[in-house]
Structure formats: C-alpha cells, structure tokens
C-alpha cells in the first residue's frame, strides 16, 4: 500500500537558519504531494502541493519539488522565524489508486529566537 | 467562508458514558474522514466516508461508530469512551474528484477520558 515517511523531530533550529524536512513515499500509481502545517492549538491547513513530476510547490517561503525518480518532496525554506514553530506533515493522495489520503508522522519544528 | 467546524472544542468525559462529537463542513465535499492524533503517533484515521450513507474503516476503528446521513455532517460517536481514546481528533472533508484533493480540517476537539 501506500505510505509516507518522513524524518522525526522535534527539528531545532535559531532564526534565519535553513531548513530542510525530509520526505520519502511510497505508490503504486501516480500520486499527488502535499505538505501540511499545523500551528500550535490549531488544525492542519495546507501549506503547498505538487501533482507531477518535477512540480514544484511554494508558499509562505517554503518549497518543495516533486521528485519522482527519488519518490520524495522534501521541505526546504531558506531563513526560518520563529513564527515558523509547527508541525509539519507531509501527504499523498492517489487519485489512480484508493484516493484515501496518506499521511506522514509529522515533524515538529522549532525556532528560536 | 468555507470550513468544517467541529463541537465540542474541549470535552472531559468518564468511562462508559456515551459521547458524539459533531463535523460539519459547508463546503459539499462528498469526501469526509476522522483521525485521532497522539504523540509519536501522527494522524491516524478512524473512519472514512466517500459519500453519503457510505462508510468505511480506517486504521483505528474499534471502540468508534460514525454515521453519514447528509452530506455535510459526519458525527463521531464513542458508544463506550475509555481512557486509552483520550486523544486529540480531527475531522477532514475533500472533493471526491479533481487534479488531488486538499484535505480541510477542522480546528479539532480535545477529548480526555477519566
């Protein structure tokens, strides 16, 4: 079946440091990729996707690409802030197999000052 | 705006007395599923459902029961609640169809069982 990994945390980080989450997966078809973020005391919300191939997702300075020949969609923001302190998810769907969402551990990651 | 709600937002319960935590999302997504989430653990899912009276187990389902009888809402129900569902949990909904399918969440429910 399908499945997701992704390096254990707590990740400790100063401000402005680089980041890099790893993420590894496994599919039997053609999944698309997602990161979550959850905020303290809050839900999970999504932080960006890709669909294929060499597609790369961004927001809030974050970024990850679709690299199908290491199955992976590793996280990566170039100047942490401590506003950035979460936990992170990383998820496939596979819209050709059971499109039943897998999700990563999660990573917790904190910043500071 | 576009969400799925959750209530309670808090509950402490005993042993034994039945309890049902509502989802709701007003989004018409046909695709609405509950995970419970522990430390070291992550996001595990209890149940799932690709449509309206169409239900299905995820990883962790003993000791849950849900229903799906309208769309929108998809309650949760702990018949016997024990401590060891003393958990954190999440109720998501999706479209059913489309390019991927971004799960919503809603802001969860902190259940402690005594």
């Known amino acids: 079946g399908d499945s997701v990994t992704q390096m254990e945390g707590p990740v400790t980080l100063s401000e402005e440091a680089f980041l890099t989450i790893n993420c590894t997966y496994t599919?039997?078809?053609?999944?698309?990729l997602f990161w979550y973020v959850q905020y303290p005391g809050e839900g999970l919300q999504l932080l960006l996707k890709a669909t294929k191939a060499d597609d790369k997702g961004s927001n809030k300075g974050f970024e990850a690409t679709y690299r199908k020949e290491t199955t992976s969609f590793h996280l990566e923001k170039g100047s942490v802030q401590v506003s950035d302190s979460a936990v992170f998810f990383c998820?496939?769907?596979?819209?050709?197999?059971?499109?039943?969402?897998?999700f990563g551990r999660g990573t917790s990651l904190i910043v500071h000052p | 705006e576009a969400q799925v709600t959750q209530n309670p937002r808090y509950l402490i319960t005993v042993t034994g007395k039945k309890l049902t935590v509502t989802c709701s999302q007003n989004?018409?997504?046909?695709?609405m599923s509950w995970y419970r989430q522990d430390p070291g653990l992550g996001l595990r899912q209890i149940y799932y459902s690709m449509n309206v009276e169409v239900t299905d187990k995820g990883d962790v389902p003993e000791g849950y029961k849900v229903s799906r009888k309208e769309k929108r809402n998809f309650p949760l129900i702990l018949e016997s609640p024990s401590p060891n569902q003393t958990s954190l949990y999440f109720c998501?909904?999706?479209?059913?169809?489309?390019?991927?399918?971004?799960?919503?969440f809603g802001p969860g429910t902190r259940l402690t069982v005594l």
């Open positions: 989004m018409n997504h046909e695709y």
């Open positions: 599919a039997t078809g053609y999944p698309s």
């Open positions: 998820a496939l769907s596979d819209l050709g197999g059971s499109y039943i969402p897998t």
């Open positions: 998501a909904s999706s479209p059913a169809s489309g390019d991927y399918n971004e799960q919503f």
